[in-house]
């Protein structure tokens, strides 16, 4: 089963992201905020799939993923953000792994995204 971490300082979002990335065939592990996910990311989970909040109270979404490529060098990322995502595309070093989506994101929107990025 592939492994996701969902990151997001808003407790409902992250089970509600949850939920929709189990019934997409994932096996959620969930951090509220970017120490907590540091943490997981420290106990060498297998990861297959980061989605992060991009602005969060402790740690950026950009620093949490430029943290966890460093353990996993071609882990597809999901920035999900209230913001407008077209701000800060520049900030996330986009590349053919990197996906940004406005929230709320339509499940389907998620899981095109998904598609686009995963083997």
């Not at 540091?38 to 297959?48: F, G, Y």
């Not at 209230?82 to 070093?93: Q, S, W």
Request: net charge negative.
């Amino acid at each position: 089963m592939r492994q996701v971490l969902i990151v997001d300082d808003d407790e409902t979002l992250l089970y509600i992201l949850g939920e929709i990335l189990e019934e997409l065939g994932f096996q959620t592990h969930c951090a509220r905020g970017g120490q907590e996910a540091l943490k997981l990311i420290q106990v060498e989970l297998a990861l297959d799939l980061l989605v992060t909040d991009f602005y969060m109270f402790d740690l950026s979404g950009t620093e949490v993923s430029r943290i966890a490529r460093l353990r996993h060098p071609l882990l597809p990322v999901i920035f999900i953000s209230g913001a407008d995502v077209t701000v800060f595309n520049n900030e996330i070093n986009a590349d053919d792994r990197t996906v940004a989506l406005q929230k709320p994101c339509a499940i389907d929107d998620l899981r095109v995204a998904i598609n686009r990025i995963m083997p």
